[in-house]
């Protein structure tokens, strides 16, 4: 399979065949998914295309700030154009059955990530592992395109990128992500705002979420795992949306001993949703995820486990700790 920039004419090419074009990303989009549907679909409107974005849930509160996001949809009406693109999205099934009701099955389908775990799906893959974020790989062929990046397409892309590398900070930031970043800014990005709308407008839940997760993390294997528990009755107290959670995982893992985080999340219908991070490429939590059939990135995983809570809890540290014991 063509992988990378390699695959940007043919990309270029069948876009330029379609006048109607649909945009998806996975189920509970993070900044990632929001940002690089939003920005391509923006950046083809602006090109003369007729353009729809979707997504299973609607755009996180936190996320509700970007421009233009109320063109998002949820899956309600059927789309019979000419191509279909699916955005940070590492398995067909990460984008939820009643969005792939919309779409006929003729209709081609563009796959663009960056998730190590892609295993292809779709006419055409195109997998960046190498790039932080899928933002990054859509600026790059937006400029292959020769496309002009107006201020709120860059600040879609910023948003993107900004998220999937913690704020520029992650090791998978390279000197391109940073170049990007720059590019933005002279697209017009107020950078000192949209962090602040990014980073610094939390409602309280977010953080009545976090105090309550702090009272019960967990160290393990000498302080190098720690993790937390989100019970299904905690959420419905506190009466949290989607990415109210997003970022506790930052904060677990920033302790000095710490080298693998795990969150743990109690879903509706009893499955067990795993997010990990890692501070060494030595001890992934990629494999890790992967054993549980889930998948990622070397430092930043997820799997989805049967419950109980508890169960799924101990099963998921117990191969943790055979991982760190491997010294
Ligand atoms: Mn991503």
């Not at 330029?16 to 998914?33: F, K, M, N, V, W």
């Not at 663009?112 to 295993?119: A, L």
């Not at 949306?241 to 879903?267: H, M």
Request: hydrophobic residues 35%.
């Amino acid at each position: 399979m063509k992988r990378g920039s390699d695959l940007f004419p043919e990309i270029l090419e069948r876009i330029s065949e379609s006048s109607e074009i649909l945009i998806l990303s996975h189920d509970r989009p993070d900044g990632d998914a929001i940002g690089s549907t939003m920005a391509f679909g923006l950046i083809l409107e602006s090109i003369g295309k007729t353009v729809r974005m979707m997504n299973f849930n609607e755009v996180p509160e936190s996320l509700s700030f970007l421009p233009k996001v109320e063109r998002m949809e949820r899956p309600s009406e059927k789309f019979s154009g000419d191509l279909v693109i699916a955005l940070d999205a590492a398995e067909r099934d990460r984008i939820h059955e009643t969005v792939w009701q919309q779409v006929e099955e003729s209709v081609p389908l563009i796959v663009i990530d960056h998730h190590i775990s892609n295993g292809g799906y779709g006419d055409l893959c195109l997998v960046d592992s190498q790039s932080p974020a899928t933002g990054q790989i859509l600026y790059q062929f937006f400029e292959y395109a020769g496309w002009t990046v107006e201020k709120d397409v860059a600040s879609h892309l910023y948003a993107a990128i900004s998220t999937d590398t913690g704020s520029f900070r992650y090791p998978s930031t390279t000197a391109e992500t940073m170049r990007i970043g720059g590019e933005l800014i002279r697209c017009g990005v107020d950078v000192g705002t949209i962090n602040q709308d990014l980073y610094e407008n939390q409602p309280r839940r977010r953080v009545e979420v976090l105090r309550r997760l702090l009272e019960n993390m967990q160290y393990d294997f000498s302080d190098q795992c720690v993790s937390v528990s989100l019970p299904l009755d905690l959420t419905r107290k506190l009466k949290l949306q989607p990415g109210d959670t997003e970022g506790v995982i930052d904060i677990l893992r920033s302790v000095d001993t710490v080298i693998i985080a795990v969150f743990f999340e109690e879903l509706e219908g009893g499955k067990i949703r795993v997010s990990s991070r890692s501070k060494s490429e030595q001890f992934g939590v990629g494999e890790i995820c992967a054993r549980f059939g889930g998948g990622g990135h070397t430092l930043a995983a997820g799997a989805r486990l049967s419950g109980p809570l508890g169960e799924a809890r101990t099963r998921f540290l117990e191969v943790v700790g055979e991982v760190l014991s491997r010294k």
